[in-house]
């Protein structure tokens, strides 16, 4: 069941990154806002550092980066949570994060639709979130599926 409201996702791609361009790099900057519930979503080649200043986002740290990874012949996508830092306790955090992750994973998957149906291999690929904490607990790495299963 798709959570995702496509008004709200505002989506910028900045160059020379297009849904044509090279897999690698390719990142994802993920923020939103609290006020009236707008996710913000930047595709390019590094992490947009631009977005990532803002009061809110330093304040809450509740932005998520994403990033494709390609070890020996074997594509991933991989998603980065930051647990620790922040407003709230590491469980409410962790448990934030987890109840919002497939929201997250639909926009990225939606936001940059046009680079799927350019590499439709990439819809079988392993998404693998990390989940940054300094306390061991809240400190992993698992796996969420494939972006296929995100689809809108």
């Not at 291999?121 to 979130?129: E, G, K, N, P, Y």
Request: aromatic residues 12%; proline residues 5%.
């Amino acid at each position: 069941m798709s959570r995702l409201n496509p008004k709200k996702l505002k989506v910028t791609i900045l160059s020379p990154t297009a849904a044509d361009s090279p897999l690698i790099p390719r990142c994802y900057t993920l923020t939103h806002s609290d006020r009236n519930g707008d996710l913000f979503l930047t595709i390019a080649h590094e992490f947009n550092k631009k977005q990532l200043k803002g009061w809110q986002t330093r304040i809450m740290r509740d932005e998520v980066l994403a990033e494709w990874l390609k070890t020996e012949e074997v594509y991933s996508f991989q998603v980065y949570c930051q647990i620790s830092g922040g407003i709230g306790t590491l469980k409410f955090r962790d448990k934030i994060f987890r109840k919002e992750l497939p929201l997250v994973l639909e926009a990225l998957r939606y936001g940059d639709q046009k680079h799927f149906l350019a590499n439709p291999f990439l819809d079988r690929t392993q998404i693998w979130v990390h989940f940054r904490s300094k306390k061991e607990k809240y400190n992993k790495i698992e796996e969420w599926g494939i972006p296929e299963n995100y689809r809108f």
